[in-house]
C-alpha cells in the first residue's frame, strides 16, 4: 500500500516490518521503482517503532497490514488514540480478516469498509 499511496502523491512513506525478508523485498521494490529517496524502511518490531519514533513531522497516513489473527492491529488503534503525536487529520487504513472485531476510540471515524473474499479494508479519518 505505500507505493501505491506514492503514486497517488503521497511526499514519502515509512516501511516497518519486523520480517527481514520483508524488508529486504521492500528494498528491492524501493530500488526498481527508483523511490529510495522517498522512502525509508525500518526493520522492527512495530509496536516499539511507534512508542519510541519521533517522525519528524506529523504523519498523514496511516497503512496497517497486521497478520491476520493477531492483536497488533488492535495494540497500533490503542497507541494511536493515546498518542501524543498529532494525528489528526490523518487517514488510517487497515487490512484484516473480514471477520476480525476491534474496538477504538471515537477520535477514529470509519468511512468506507471494503471486503474483497475474507479480506476487509477499513479506512479511518482520525479527529483528535
Not at 502523491?9 to 521494490?29: P, T
Not at 512508542?51 to 490503542?78: A, S
Request: glycine share 6%; hydrophobic share 40%; with cysteine.
Amino acid at each position: 500500500m505505500g507505493f501505491e499511496a506514492l503514486s497517488r502523491g503521497a511526499k514519502s512513506v515509512i516501511f516497518v516490518d519486523i520480517s527481514k525478508s520483508n524488508c529486504r523485498l521492500i528494498q528491492r521494490n524501493i530500488d526498481k521503482l527508483g523511490v529510495g529517496n522517498d522512502c525509508r524502511i525500518f526493520n522492527a518490531d512495530a509496536i516499539k517503532w511507534l512508542e519510541v519514533n519521533k517522525w519528524g513531522e506529523d504523519p498523514k497516513m496511516f497503512f496497517l497490514d497486521p497478520p491476520y489473527q493477531t492483536k497488533l492491529g488492535q495494540q497500533v488503534f490503542d497507541l494511536l488514540g493515546n498518542t501524543k503525536y498529532q494525528i489528526n487529520d490523518s487517514l488510517l487504513v487497515l487490512e484484516t480478516d473480514k471477520d476480525h472485531a476491534l474496538s477504538f476510540t471515537d477520535i477514529f471515524k470509519i468511512f468506507r469498509q471494503k471486503t474483497v473474499g475474507k479480506t476487509r479494508l477499513d479506512f479511518f479519518n482520525i479527529t483528535n
